[in-house]
């Protein structure tokens, strides 16, 4: 069935339409391609990587290196890439998938395989000529060369706009000369070639180039950077000392590298989002495995309350990370069908697919990012002083979690975008965030409506639920932008606030949409844990949307303004029933127990 | 003024009395004595730690134990002996003060310091004969010997009394031969005795032994462990081999064994709690420094919304850690004089001082090592890229508070025991927990009281919140007991949510009558950011207590119990008036930026 215009959401819009758990795509609706795929991928990854965790630990980058090369020849670098430039072509939810499983031992060739496969070689897929395609992407796309990308610089991180790099004309204008500093590039110890962002005389906006790695050609490299985690991901400084370019080599036009660098980003978050997912199960796995044979006071850990309650968050924000990835990332695929279908070249419709989404590609980054570094902590606290020591798997992935928050945008900036854009989609018209906005003022002004839903039916309270955590949101932002316009911007604490808020309304539902389409094909019995997770996963999001909203209101609002504000709050956070959720907890840490690993 | 009786609260009372804010002593309390102390240990600080930062994370042991003698030759070591074995004899809040000052350089240190000093030196001045304290207690006070502490074993860890190791008498009646395994120990690698906890025959409970560290005895030692943090601090395996111990060195009696390893873990927690200090404030300064100097989009990060927030956040958690650990300090300190002055010799009554207070101790290792690990994490971000390296100081920061939530007893187990050992005392009528508890309930039944404090007085609004939250952990825990009876402790995650209820109350309540104490003396104008601070930390525990209070409510009461608990959930935790909380974040970020400095 081929998604059409109407079916499927533009992005930012979940926050205003109701969703039909049959408009979601789940990781339960992976093909047999899909399967096979993520069998395969899981086969490599116990194989190559998980038996050398301690190599990587040491800083072997050779290593890091040897498995790339060793993924390049099983093809999981050439999932996204097209058929004609040697790929394989698959869709981007493949692509989701493989970055999704290959990810999980060790997040230094984690990161080694995202820089190369997204930020390394997309912006030559999605922005390069003809010819550029031709003469590097099949080589990328084999792992016979790598791909780094050179972006942030000493001086310009977040503010990836303000690079002091500048790329020169030649005389006899056949090469661009450039010269500057690139800083934090990972797999640059390796790689055959840099995107690299530099600056024209005074244009507003950078340029990208694809730049070969030549020592001869002025590019030299600093010393491996020594880091708190990714120990075996090479990151490097790259230093351009009039290296030569030759003209062609300009990606897209002049000034459009910021561009670029921002679309490459794009899809680079909800990679990484993908890329959090298998640590999460493999730690929830390390962790029951552990629980269950550790005894204290003559008891498995596993039983203990205490234990069971961290088995049960860490497998359920697992679950609710893959639900909103693989809704989002089919999401992002069927647009792109769309484009095509609609004349669209591949690229384009590539580029505008994943642009659409850019703000749930944010909300997937900082959510799943964070979950991990719990999940990882977690982990540590389950095993005790065993956590503590480098000889257990603990300790590396709460390290190489750490970078998750930090790289591809921070995530304050990218709490900050997806408000940011939210807002400007509704100033554009493209998401109708004004009228529900009315409409939730004018339902606080009224009496609040005893319609109720039939609580018997299952997930009725939580779909109401996540309707007012809608309202929520269309309040608490709807009233800050009235008050401060553009300038919200300026109000950061606000708009973290509010991301925060949002972020939950997604993953939320998400959790909802995946389990609710799963009942109706499997049955309620067979989903009972994941029923509990759904709910759990809510409980959870309606706290936060509490203190957030809370936060927001008594900082912007005063007087009666305020006080109508607090009641539409408590209005829309209060259950008609709640859940009893140590019993939830329960019901998820049995079954992980039962089955001795994550197994949803 | 010599603390009576009448004047202090027993250990848990806070929770049902009101405690005056000039009853409770402050960091500006200081003597000149401890002013001067304080300088000076930061003075060592700054000369031998600070600079050798990076010896101490390349795994420098022969620098810690060298720091160590140095510590000694200062005398940092002896402060809490008494006199007549060579220390200082100062009191139990100058003994917090040092492990405070002297820990902010690296957890290396540290722990090496605090094991030493706590767990290593303590049994022995606490529980020793006068023969072993002459004989031993001397050399510790001076650096000449160091101590160890070996009680986990590797099937023993937070089970501590289910370890292994046997010390059996011998034939002719004058040793005990050790033999067993003992893991983790601190300070192993270059400590000169043992504490040894051992089981003899089939007793219930361990004994204390005095071992000597000679390896002509028997005694062995494992590599040193590689941990995820706290790299310089030596950590090994210590088996003993028939280990021959001199009868007159067991520690009290047989038997004995387990009391004396919980109320050295009573110390342990609360100084563990006052290490954690100094990290957070030199983690802000090093994170404001950087803040006001590092700038993107033109601006000094420290501009930005969303690093002002971070950096009000550590500030006021470490400020709030100051004010809850120095409060109770104190009240260890006096209830230690009153004890003497009724009879107690010193020993006992320093046993009974820190017992009676070990609520509070478990209530401030669990906050207080939360708190650092935020602090340093969110010093991490606000370093972007440069904090995920080693190069700058806040990786190292972050691995070493990973350690503190672990040992002197997991967080859990602290969190357990804090409810735990409250619920006992109230059963054992050591607090009056059930009338209070009755009266919350009636006042439930009854009408709301529309009785409101002035508004116009500072913190009157606090205060009234303050003595709401304690109403809602009789609520909720009154209710939890009424149901369960002692069986509550197998209802972990019950107890779990209690407790954070109780931790956020003591912690709330001491920053508050702190900064109302110097508000009086030194007035309100230079206490306009300790205010903001107080506030700020009221509305997150109030926060804290909302979500935990639920989660409680909703897991073991149904229908109109439910529905009346959730009413005094809402009424208990509703402000009258709201404060701005992002303008209290800009207050408190302001001065630091000012000041460019933790600062208060
Ligand atoms: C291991 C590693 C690998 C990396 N790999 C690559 C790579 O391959 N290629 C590449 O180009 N880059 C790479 N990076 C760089 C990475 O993308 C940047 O570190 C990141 O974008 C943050 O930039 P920064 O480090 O300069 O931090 P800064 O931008 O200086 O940020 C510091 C702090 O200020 C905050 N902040 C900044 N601006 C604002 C604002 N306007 N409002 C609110 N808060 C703000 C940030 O959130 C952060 O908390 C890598 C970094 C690391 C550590
Ligand atoms: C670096 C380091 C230094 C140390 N130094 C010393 C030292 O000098 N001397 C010394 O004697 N020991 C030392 N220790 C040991 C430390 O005290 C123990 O690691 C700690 O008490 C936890 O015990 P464990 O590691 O066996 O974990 P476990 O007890 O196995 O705990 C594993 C998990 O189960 C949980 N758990 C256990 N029991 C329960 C329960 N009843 N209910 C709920 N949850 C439970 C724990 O909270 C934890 O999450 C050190 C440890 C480390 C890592």
Redesign the pocket.
């Not at 930090?406 to 921070?410: H, N, S």
């Given at each position: 069935m081929e998604a059409t215009e109407k079916d499927i959401l533009r992005g930012g819009q979940f926050l205003v339409k109701e969703t039909s758990c049959e408009d979601i795509f789940t990781p339960e609706d992976f093909s047999e391609e899909q399967q096979m795929m993520k069998e395969s991928v899981i086969e490599f990854n116990d194989r190559e990587i998980i038996p050398n965790k301690a190599r990587f630990e040491a800083k072997d980058y050779a290593l890091t290196e040897e498995c790339m090369r060793k993924a390049g020849e099983m093809g999981f670098l050439s999932v996204a890439v097209p058929e004609e430039y040697g790929g394989m072509g698959m869709g981007f939810v493949s692509t989701m998938l493989v970055c999704d499983y290959i990810s999980s031992g060790t997040g230094s060739f984690s990161?080694a395989f995202g820089?190369h496969t997204g930020?390394g070689t997309m912006p030559i897929t999605l922005y390069g000529t003809e010819e550029q395609k031709q003469k590097y992407v099949p080589k990328l796309a084999s792992g016979e060369w790598f791909g780094?990308?050179?972006?942030?610089e000493p001086g310009a991180?977040?503010?990836a706009n303000s690079g002091k790099t500048t790329a020169k004309l030649s005389d006899d204008g056949k090469h661009y000369i450039i010269n500057g500093q690139?800083m934090?590039?990972?797999n640059a110890g390796f790689c055959n070639l840099f995107i690299v962002f530099a600056r024209i005389e005074d244009d507003k906006y950078i340029t990208g180039f694809i730049v070969e790695n030549n020592p001869e050609n002025g590019i030299t490299l600093g010393e491996e950077e020594h880091?708190l985690g990714?120990r075996a991901?090479s990151?490097r400084q790259v230093f351009f000392n009039d290296t030569k370019v030759p003209v062609e080599n300009m990606l897209s036009e002049r000034g459009n590298g910021f561009k670029i660098a921002m679309n490459a980003l794009n899809v680079g978050r909800i990679k990484l989002a993908a890329a959090c997912l298998d640590s999460q199960r493999r730690i929830t796995t390390t962790g029951v495995q552990y629980a269950t044979e550790r005894k204290q006071f003559k008891t498995p850990i596993a039983e203990f309350g205490a234990i069971k309650s961290k088995l049960a968050e860490m497998a359920t924000n697992a679950y609710a990370g893959e639900s909103a990835c693989y809704r989002a990332a089919k999401n992002i695929e069927d647009r792109i069908a769309i484009r095509m279908a609609q004349g669209n070249s591949h690229q384009e419709a590539e580029l505008k697919g994943v642009e659409e989404y850019a703000i749930e590609c944010s909300i997937l980054k900082v959510a799943v990012s964070e979950d991990v570094q719990s999940c990882a902590d977690e982990g540590i606290q389950i095993f005790g002083g065993m956590g503590f020591s480098e000889e257990t798997p603990m300790e590396a992935a709460w390290r190489d979690a750490r970078?998750a928050r930090?790289?591809?945008?921070?995530n304050?900036?990218n709490r900050?975008l997806s408000v940011g854009m939210l807002v400007k989609k509704a100033m554009k018209g493209h998401v109708d965030l004004l009228g529900p906005a009315m409409a939730v003022k004018d339902e606080l002004m009224g009496i609040p409506s005893f319609d109720m839903p039939d609580y018997s039916v299952l997930f009725s309270e939580e779909k109401e639920m996540i309707a007012k955590l809608k309202k929520v949101f269309l309040m608490v932002a709807g009233a800050a932008v009235q008050k401060y316009g553009p300038d919200l911007e300026k109000h950061?604490q606000l708009m973290m606030a509010a991301s925060n808020i949002l972020i939950e309304i997604y993953m939320a539902e998400s959790t909802i949409l995946r389990t609710e389409k799963n009942v109706k094909r499997f049955g309620e019995d067979k989903q009972k844990e994941q029923i509990a997770m759904a709910k759990l996963y809510l409980f959870n999001a309606v706290e936060l949307v509490k203190k957030n909203g809370l936060e927001g209101i008594v900082s912007f609002a005063d007087g009666d303004e305020q006080k109508a504000m607090l009641m539409g709050l408590k209005r829309f956070t209060k259950y008609a029933n709640y859940p009893n959720v140590v019993e939830l907890r329960n019901t998820i840490a049995e079954k992980v127990k039962a089955e001795n690993k994550y197994c949803f």
């Open positions: 990161t820089a930020i780094a990308y050179c972006l942030t991180g977040s503010d690139k934090w590039i990972s880091k990714i991901s990151t970078i930090i790289y591809e945008g921070t304050e900036i900050m950061q």
